[in-house]
């Protein structure tokens, strides 16, 4: 059984993701420890809340992270931890990120749309990557979030659109860190595919 660590640091709806992987076969750890990282088979980052606070939080984890990613294992950031993953962000003032996948984080534009994006939208599979093998071009995620990561083709997994086009999912160059700004975990069965996909991943 694969032991996949969801990462503690304050901020995230860990029960949630916890069951979702659950559901796909795999052992769970929440941890507080970075210690734990070693031993994972993968991690995931979740987030829920305010990038900076979440920078701050996870100071303690960063050259696990950053060795843990380098060892070539799969590591997924879900919502914020997605964000957390890019360069920067100007949420809050600007904020250097974990810099995994060159991007920035900013605020969607004014317009019509009500920010944030909260609910169910479609996604546009722009790479081929295990995380999405068996899941429809078109399918429905849910998405909660006022700011859009901003990267280039070469590292976007999927694409949406809310008023604008933006990276709904990201890869790093060698295809082992993975975002998602929707929730796989309250996305039904096709969120359940997502994470099953990344448990086969480690």
Sequence with gaps: ???????????????????????????????????DIETAD????????????????IVPFLDPITDYVASGKPVLGICLGMQMLMTRSEEGGLTEGLDLVPGNVVRFPLSELKVPQMGWNSLTIEQDHPFYEGVPNGAFVYFVHSYYVDT???HTLASCDYGIDFAASVVNSTGNVIGTQFHPEKSGDIGLKMLKNFVGMC
């Design 1 to 35: 059984m694969k032991k996949i660590v969801i990462i503690d640091y304050g901020l995230g709806n860990l029960r949630s993701v916890q069951k979702g992987l659950e559901h796909a076969g795999a052992e769970v750890l929440i941890s507080k420890d970075p210690a």
């Design 42 to 57: 993968g991690v995931i980052l979740p987030g829920v809340g305010a990038f900076s606070d979440a920078m701050k939080n």
């Design 152 to 154: 280039d083709a070469s």
